[in-house]
């Protein structure tokens, strides 16, 4: 990146030799943040509820709070990010998203503290769409796949290990500490991109047509979220996404959704976006359905169980950086796909287990579905990435992101819902195997198509300007 101007960041091209690592790691560490504060909060629930006194169903918006507005805004703030000076956008929004964190840590009555986590998921929604073109703004296109694996692994990661974190903290510091645990990550953040990013153009604020679009697609998307909420206690609720289709669809031919929809129509996304979403709901499924059933119906400890799941993230740990650095050297789609077959193939073993589970054969199974989830997070997002229009990059970057968070609110959902709908015998069985079939989805969805068109590249070389030859 070069300091030519305002315009200079939005180019994404870096002087050769001139790669920012220190700036993709910046990246990697805000998507941990973002993403560990959308389950870290939640062992805290019964404490926030006796510490403010209110209900435990009312404490619950400290978690729905931050949740909504960070879905919802997500695409009206893409195509907001595409105008505007990418230095500037990443210390407003992680200085915006530190100070929220503080202020509800000192919430002294409830409305305060949502009203804190509201303002927090608006932030966290900008740094949600920032961090993948941080990433791939900051190394030569070659590098892409390296890059982009850093937050592709680490968001992942910070879901994953929430509750456990959020745990300790409970245990021995209460309630206020799981929001400022955030804060050290930001100023961090705030000093790395000071000193390593050269100075651009200011924030301009959003015109009234970004409001009004941010309007539609928050109540849109806010009714699909409260059906898959309200799902588990019946199914009959799902029936209320049909309200969702107004809004959204009013947004999607005006003016705020058309170029949307043109960005993946032009570099031929939607299929990946597909992958991405059934992966993040496979996932999230079988997250959701081993730790329940390994403590509740296997009288597994808790401790055990924590460390059973762990094998999951240590796997998607170990593995994420090699997936970056494969994709830059056969191709980010054939490493994609492989990492998607073997996610599939670790929660497809996990169905034969029957009722009586080891700990031990459970664990291996995730550490081989972590391993794949690893593989596949880095390429898919450089793939992703690397085909959007330059000048539609955030756009693209809040689809995907619109999509994993779609996925890890649908998987737990439907899973609960084919548990109750199957009974208590094979109720596991059959949330373990709607996991395991989404899963199975992303990989023929990932896969070249018979006929693919030429604007989609195999590599992240040089990607963005293939998706426009």
Known sequence: MTN???GAEQTGHIPMGEDRWPLVAVAGVLAFVAMLDM???????ADIADGLRVSTATAQWAVLGYQLPVVALLLPVGRWLDGVAL?????????GFGLCSALAAAAPWMGWLIAAR??????GAVLFVLMPVLALRSVRPELRGRAMSVPATLGPLGAV?????????LDHLGWRSVFLVKIPFCVLALVVVWRAMPRDGGLRAPDRRSVADALLVATGVAIVLLALTLAPDGPAWLLLVLAAVPPLWWWLRGPGGR???????????????GAVLTLAAGF??????VALHLQRDNGVSATTTGLTVLAFPLGMGMAGPLGGRLADRYGARPVAVTGAALTATGLLLLLPLGDGWAPLDVAWRLALAGVGLGLNGGPTQALVMGAAPPERVATVGATVQLARSLGFTLGPALATAAWGLTGPHEGVRAALALAAIAACLSVPLLAPPGSRPASVPEKTTDAASAAHD
Not at 39 to 45: E, F, G, H
Not at 118 to 123: R, T, V
Not at 259 to 268: D, F, I, K, N
């Open 284 to 289: 999230a499924a079988m997250h959701y359905v």
């Open 118 to 123: 509201l303002m927090q998921g608006a932030f």
């Open 39 to 45: 389950n870290i909060v939640n062992v805290a629930l």
């Open 4 to 6: 030519d101007g305002p």
């Open 87 to 95: 230095r500037s956008a990443v210390l407003a929004a992680t200085c």
């Open 259 to 273: 170029p949307v929809a043109g960005a993946l129509r032009t570099a031929g996304l939607f299929r990946a976006h």
């Open 161 to 169: 290990i929430g509750p456990a974190v959020g745990g300790m903290l």
